[in-house]
């Protein structure tokens, strides 16, 4: 397993709603609500060899709140 984040935009007044709606879907391993130019960090992992980007389009692009998106791939954990 792969974990990657993704930080997240939400429209204003939805952050709620948005982080509720990726909890509902369960691909999120976890996910915090935070201060600064994002509203939410979310982290999720996936199997070895997909296609993060396919994935972030697919599964959480299409969530209702969302206005931007900025995911952060790992590579190694110390």
């Known amino acids: 397993m792969k974990p ?3 930080l997240i ?3 204003l007044g939805r952050s709620y709603e948005v ?3 990726i909890a509902d879907s369960e691909v999120a391993s976890e996910i915090y609500s ?3 130019e994002h509203d939410l960090l979310v982290k999720i992992y ?3 060899g997909t296609d993060i980007g396919h994935f972030v389009n697919e ?3 299409c969530v209702p ?3 931007d998106t900025r995911t952060i791939p790992t590579f190694k954990a110390f």
């Open 19 to 21: 982080a509720a709606a």
């Open 4 to 6: 990657f984040f993704i």
């Open 9 to 11: 935009k939400c429209a």
């Open 46 to 48: 996936v199997e070895d």
């Open 59 to 61: 599964r959480i692009h």
């Open 34 to 36: 935070i201060a600064g």
């Open 65 to 67: 709140g969302i206005v």
